[in-house]
Every structure is written in C-alpha cells, then in structure tokens.
C-alpha cells in the first residue's frame, strides 16, 4: 500500500494552484465561448494597415439573440487618426459598437451588406488576430492576470522592458500608486494578489494601450463618476495618445467628447442625433438635454 506522507501545508497550496488553475480556465473557456461565435473566413488575410486606417460602420445590424436586435442599421464613419465619440442612455447599445469592431461578435446582417470596414477591408474578411493586433480597448472594466502589475502592463509587449512600462504607468497616472505598493512593480495583482480599484484596473489597462502604440483606439469609460484632478489628468492623456489615432469613444460624461470629431447619440440602437459637440447644442435635441443636465450636476 502506498503511504502518503504529504505535509499538510502541501495540500492547502496544491489546493489552492488547482483552485486557480480551474479559475483560469473558466476564464479561458469565457473568452473561448466568446470566440465561438466567430471564424477567420477561409484563406482570410492579415489586415494591411499603413498608418491611423479609416472606419467604417455600414447599415450595421446586431442581435445576441435572434428574437431581440440591439443595433438596427447604424452607419458612421471615422476618417484616419479622428476621434468620434459614442453617447446615449445606458443599454442603448453603446459597448456593442466596440464589442463589435474588436471583432467579439460578428454583425448580423452580413449577407444583407452589413459590415464594418477598416481602410475598406471587411473585419469579418481578414484574420481576428490581425483586427485585434492593430486595436488598443481600454474596456468599462479590466480584467488583470494573476502575475505582477508589470507583467499586466506589458502584456502584448513583454519584449518593451520595465523602462517602458514605467513610462506608460506615468502616462497612464498610476505610477506613483504602483511606487507605494510593498514590492513596487513586482507587486501580485489580480484575484490571487492585490485587488485594484476600478480606476486603478482602468489606468493598468490605459498604460498597457499606451505601451501597445496601435493605429485605432476604442476607450470604453467607465461609468462611475470619475471627475478628480488626477481623472482629469488622464482624460488629457488620453487625448494626446489619441491625437493622431482613430478612435472610438464611448462616453458617460460629455465633457469628454467635446472635442471629438463627430459625437453619436445612440437611442435603442438607432443614431438619433449626430454631429460636432457646437452643432448638437444648436440643434436642441437630446444631447443638448443631456449636456444642461450634467453642466447642472444633476447628473453624471
Ligand atoms: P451602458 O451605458 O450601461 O454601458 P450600453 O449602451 O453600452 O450600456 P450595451 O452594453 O451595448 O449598452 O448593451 C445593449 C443591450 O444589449 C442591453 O439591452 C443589454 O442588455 C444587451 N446585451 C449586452 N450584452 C449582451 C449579451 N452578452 N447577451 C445578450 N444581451 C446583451
């Protein structure tokens, strides 16, 4: 008969390595399931980008589940290196705009001549990993590995070094924060180590977009009110790394889009008003509302 003469403490580490061994891979067969739901057409190339490309949303349909269609025909284009900048009601579809053009999902109307194009080239007709190569997402919420701050930051571009993820922690704001942790940037993160905040989990995730340097950007605010010097601070850093990037943001608070490009207001999946912050106002509609609203603090 075989003896088992394992310590104790032993087990409780095994215990908990395949504790988070499971934990990870739930979280891979999340991302998997996601994944599913697309494939690289056959004989699909890379994406060919020279430079900030070209967007283009065409009468683009989309439903999670057959029976409810979320986006009913939405067109918008952002010309190479502009910011356009998404707003409207929470569940009017806001996300699913970005979820789409990082290819999560693919449009539901294909067949019908809805697609989204970067530099004219279908999304659903180049490879994924092309797609998301070439897009930097800052999503609402970040989710980290469980590894060091440092290693999270440079995720995608493990070869930059900690010189320049220092430089990105900077850019990002988080850098002073990162300073004061006990092991710096070898500091654990993650559901194993230390638990960030949202904003902290959404300046990791600006630093790594910044490090990552791409031609299009897709920054998803996050919805807590976030109106603090330091936010502030980043809203600009985030501008000057868009500077010269397509960008889409979706946006909960306007004073962040008031420099975009063309703003879309998005209500039940329909745009229903569009154009540069000055034209919305004159116009009087929705965003004129919802802007006197947030200018009061009534809202945020
Ligand atoms: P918020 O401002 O609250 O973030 P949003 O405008 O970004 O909202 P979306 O997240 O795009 O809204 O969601 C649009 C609609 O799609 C919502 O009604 C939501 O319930 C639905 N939805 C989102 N994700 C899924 C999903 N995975 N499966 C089914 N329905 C979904």
Do not use: C
């Not at 806001?94 to 697609?115: C, I, P, Q, W």
């Amino acid at each position: 008969m075989i003896q088992l003469y394992i310590p104790l403490g032993f087990l409780g580490v095994l215990y908990r390595e395949i504790k988070q061994s499971l934990t990870d891979l739930d979280k891979m067969f999340v991302l998997l399931e996601k994944d599913r739901e697309i494939a690289d057409a056959p004989g699909a190339l890379p994406l060919a980008l020279d430079g900030p490309p070209t967007i283009r949303f065409e009468n683009v349909r989309f439903s999670y589940e057959p029976a409810r269609e979320i986006l009913h025909g939405i067109h918008f284009e952002i010309p190479a290196g502009k910011t356009v900048a998404v707003v409207g009601p929470s569940g009017s579809g806001k996300s699913t705009l970005a979820r789409l053009l990082y290819r999560f999902y693919d449009v539901t109307n294909h067949d019908e001549g809805g697609r989204i194009t970067i530099n004219g080239q279908d999304i659903a007709q180049v490879t994924q990993g092309s797609v998301r190569a070439a897009i930097g997402i800052v999503p609402q919420d970040t989710v980290l590995f469980n590894d060091t701050i440092e290693y999270n930051i440079l995720y995608g571009r493990p070869e930059a070094g900690h010189e320049a993820a220092v430089a990105a922690a900077r850019a990002a704001h988080i850098h002073g924060f990162i300073e004061r942790l006990p092991q710096g940037y070898q500091t654990l993160v993650g559901e194993r180590g230390l638990k960030l905040s949202g904003g902290e989990k959404q300046r990791v995730a600006i630093a790594r977009t910044l490090l990552k340097n791409p031609p299009v950007m897709i920054f998803d605010e996050a919805t807590s009110a976030l109106d603090s010097a330091n936010e502030r601070a980043i809203q600009a850093e985030l501008r000057s790394a868009a500077a010269n990037k397509t960008t889409l943001v979706i946006a909960h608070r306007l004073s962040t889009v008031v420099d975009a490009h063309e703003i879309l207001v998005l209500e039940h999946g329909h745009i229903v008003e569009r154009g540069s912050h000055a034209q919305l106002l004159q116009q009087g509609g929705a965003y004129a509302r919802m802007w006197a609203l947030q200018q009061s603090g009534t809202d945020t």
